[in-house]
């Protein structure tokens, strides 16, 4: 029997804490960025360009670092995984896919430099002030398509179903991160550099 919409995203929601979110510096710099996702949310409204702007540069950077940098890659021995298959099986974007996100990310401000026009798709940017205004709308497109990207691959892999709780994940996802982390950044002082995932090895 198919789950519900609502079970598939705890469970969605489940396993990417119990996988991917084992160092407590992964996880304050999940905080990190959730407490910015939200203030990016709430300037969408006013300033889209600065939003993206915010997100891209602050939110994803602290954490993509969290994932690329500190969470471990050795053999989970909580779950009882290798990294290779939770790279595998992981929903949403793995590390090979996060890097081609991230460098697609890069490339945008380079392109509208050498290509102020975007090889005439838009009207040219006078100033740096247009400049950054044409970068944030740039990486505000490339977060929509990335999202509609993934989906589409999950639609086509497993169904779309679980393309769509994927999805309402992500968006999400700073709301439920900081209520999940919020102890984070007290438990790394303290010495703790890895969370002992308790709850997970009971289940």
Known sequence: MKPSFLDEL??????????????????????????????????????PALAAILAW?????????????FEPRDYDQVNEASDEFKEEIKVGYNIERKIVLMAVWAA??????????????????VGFQGF???VGIAWLALGVAGLVFRVGQLWLEQDL????????KILT??????????????QLLRGELIDPMAHVRHR
């Open 10 to 47: 705890r469970m969605q929601r489940w396993d990417d804490h119990r996988y991917y979110h084992h160092s407590r510096i992964n996880q304050s710099l999940h905080l990190v960025s959730a407490i910015t996702f939200v203030a990016a949310y709430g300037l969408l409204f006013v300033d």
């Open 57 to 69: 540069c602050v939110s994803m950077t602290t954490r993509q670092a969290g994932h690329f940098f």
């Open 108 to 125: 945008i401000p380079l392109v509208l430099w050498l290509e102020p026009s975007l090889f005439g798709a838009i009207e040219p940017s």
């Open 132 to 134: 950054a205004h044409d």
């Open 161 to 168: 179903l679980t393309g769509l709780v994927w999805m309402t």
């Open 173 to 186: 996802d700073p709301f439920h991160d900081i209520w999940l982390y919020h102890k984070a950044p007290l």
